[in-house]
């Protein structure tokens, strides 16, 4: 392991000592030409108008120097912060945040509150995992994992676009959900777009089924319950239908908290143009932490379900409004009820109903109509900024 030269030391010694330092950055070292692995060096911090990608807070000079060592390797210059102001700052700001076994206590008293992609990371195990509850975090011990910290580090940083997220949920039982967010994504593929389905609920009927996929070899929320952070190529192990790759309930039941769906949706967006969410019978706070841009509720066009879905929807992005059978109260009195205009009408399709039967995915049977409010859906949500 390469040792940090002697200016190097005296800029971690004087985080140590409680220096007025704004910070300093450690691992690859920059250049006006980019970055350039394989030199372990303590250069300036980030500029205010810059967001850091790792930040690490911690006074300790050899926890310093291991991670510094280790980000050299992949490339990364990780921002070292340990006065309160900076550690604020920079937790809101940076994609991934470290924090010393040595400074864990004192980031729990500065109550920077919950987020994700955070790490304890030290050299004690029992003090790792001490803290790791009360921040809410994922340990890591130096120097034996520190091939695992390569892979955080490299995988925290490489996210330079993100996939569109949009939530796709009945305000109501039994109107289609599941069967939209499927179409929607299978709509995306035919348009051009890489995309994936998530069955947020693992206690769901498993979107696998409805997409004709049950007996397709994957991952599914049993194997992915436990994920943190961003799962380093988490589309090579999902099965995947006419190229739309799906996250289902399995055929086990399972305990999914909220880090593990946020997870393995931040994962999917790392690697796709769009992720569909169906949101089953989640409620919000079964929400928090998962990454949304947008959420779309399907309301029934009939007096007792809008009512019902009044509340709910008021927070929804777009509304869309679904018809059928008992169901044909006029837009007018649907925007009336609402407070509001449904984006679109999604219509009843009988053809689905017999995909279903058959094990096919949703968009093999549909008729064009459907398929052309599913694309609409699609056109909207990736056009917003």
């Known amino acids: 392991m390469k040792k940090l030269s002697t200016a190097s030391r005296n800029a971690v010694a004087a985080l140590s000592t409680g220096s007025n330092s704004p910070g300093r950055s450690i691992g690859a070292a920059t250049t006006t030409s980019g970055v350039r692995a394989g030199k372990t060096q303590v ?6 108008n810059e967001t850091p990608g790792v930040t690490l807070i911690s006074s300790d000079e050899r926890l310093a120097e291991i991670i510094g060592s280790v980000a ?3 490339g990364v210059v990780v921002s070292v912060v340990s006065d309160r102001s900076s550690a604020e700052r920079e ?7 470290l924090v010393g076994q040595d400074s864990a206590a004192a980031a729990i008293a500065w109550g920077l509150g919950a987020r994700d992609q955070v790490y304890v990371v030290g050299h004690s195990p029992q003090e790792v995992v001490r803290w790791s509850p009360l921040l809410g975090a994922s340990v890591i011990v130096v120097p034996q994992a520190n091939a695992t910290l390569a892979e955080l580090l490299r995988d925290g940083t490489s996210q330079t676009t993100r996939a569109r997220v949009v ?7 039994g109107l289609g959900a599941s069967t939209l967010a499927a179409g929607v994504a299978g709509a995306a593929v035919q348009m051009g777009w890489s995309s994936a389905v998530v069955e947020l609920d693992p206690g769901g ?4 089924v409805l997409l004709g996929a049950e007996r ?14 961003v799962v380093s190529g988490l589309t090579d192990h999902l099965p995947v239908m006419d190229s739309v790759l799906c996250v289902s309930a399995g055929r086990h039941p399972c305990q999914v908290g909220a880090r593990a769906r946020s997870s393995v949706v931040e994962s999917l967006a ?7 969410l169906d949101r089953g019978q989640l409620g919000d706070d079964e929400l928090v932490g998962v990454p949304i841009d947008c959420r779309y509720d399907i309301v029934s066009a009939e007096l007792r379900g809008l009512l019902a879905a009044r509340a709910r929807s008021a927070e929804a992005d777009e509304v869309l409004l679904r018809r059928g059978p008992g169901r044909r109260m006029s837009s007018h009195d649907v925007a009336a009820v609402l407070d509001r205009d449904p984006l679109l009408t999604v219509r009843q399709d009988e053809r689905l109903a017999r995909a279903a039967e058959q094990g096919e995915a949703p968009w093999v049977l549909a008729s064009r109509v459907w398929q052309a409010t599913c694309r609409r859906v699609v056109k909207k949500v990736m056009s917003r900024g």
């Open 91 to 97: 937790w809101s700001d940076a994609q991934l945040v």
């Open 205 to 208: 009927g498993g979107l696998d």
């Open 270 to 276: 790392a690697e796709t143009d769009l992720v569909v």
């Open 216 to 229: 397709l070899e994957g991952w599914r929320w049993p194997e992915l319950a436990s994920a943190r952070g």
């Open 72 to 74: 050299a390797s992949v």
């Open 167 to 173: 939530l796709i949920g009945g305000a109501t039982g």
């Open 43 to 48: 250069t300036s911090a980030p500029q205010n």
